[in-house]
């Protein structure tokens, strides 16, 4: 199946400080979406992106829909203590004829350090 | 409430021992399905389904089946299980191009 490239793997970062990650695929999706996994649950939606271009924000969450249709960015602006967790991306293609499965990263352990 | 249910978050079994872990969605959702989750692989698909009776494989099928017989429903099953199938499950159900929702997970240990 399909891979999305998600980076950086991990980050360890100061609170306060401002994060950025960013997905790329060799395929084109028509939805970028942005999960947030904490520990022992299942991921949560964050963005949902639906057409190239689009930049959405929700709180200090802001995404872009890359112009390409092949990648995505999350930045988190002025990081808290429950910022941490695990970030996936997820492209979804859906053809009109019925949902499709999600192609996910890897993910991005999100570390703030006191 | 919008929910995903899952059951049983946790089980420990041994190998070759039957086990169905059970997913329910409240929101009449047309789509659903199972995805494995692995240290350093992400979340892969095992199976899905559109719609009542229909299913089809995902990236890594072997060793499960699942059924649709009501919207509501989509179980999956392990008619054997194995040591490598030691992972955490979750379900998720959509509708259309909207986002999938997730369950919380069932932490399964295959010994």
């Known amino acids: 199946g399909q891979q999305l490239n998600q980076s950086p793997q991990s980050m360890f970062i100061q609170e306060g400080e401002d994060v950025s990650m960013n997905c790329t695929s060799s395929s084109i999706f028509n939805t970028w979406l942005w999960y947030k996994q904490d520990p022992g649950e299942g991921p949560v939606l964050l963005i949902a992106l639906y057409k190239a271009g689009e930049l959405t924000s929700n709180g200090r969450l802001t995404a872009q829909f890359g112009i390409t249709r092949k990648d995505s960015f999350l930045n988190i602006s002025a990081s808290i203590p429950s910022d941490v967790g695990i970030y996936f991306c997820?492209?979804?293609?859906?053809?009109?004829?019925?949902?499709?499965?999600?192609?996910f990263g890897k993910g991005t352990h999100l570390i703030i350090q006191p | 409430e919008a929910q995903v249910t899952q059951n049983p978050r946790y089980l420990i079994t041994v190998t070759g021992k039957k086990l169905t872990v059970t997913c329910s969605q409240n929101?009449?959702?047309?789509?659903m399905s199972w995805y494995r989750q692995d240290p350093g692989l992400g979340l892969r698909q095992i199976y899905y389904s559109m719609n009542v009776e229909v299913t089809d494989k995902g990236d890594v099928p072997e060793g499960y089946k699942v059924s649709r017989k009501e919207k509501r429903n989509f179980p999956l099953i392990l008619e054997s299980p194995s040591p490598n199938q030691t992972s955490l499950y979750f379900c998720?159900?959509?509708?259309?191009?909207?986002?999938?929702?997730f369950g919380d997970g069932t932490r399964l240990s295959i010994l």
């Open positions: 929101m009449n959702h047309e789509y």
């Open positions: 998720a159900s959509g509708q259309g191009n909207q986002p999938q929702h």
């Open positions: 997820a492209g979804h293609m859906y053809s009109g004829g019925g949902a499709d499965g999600l192609t």
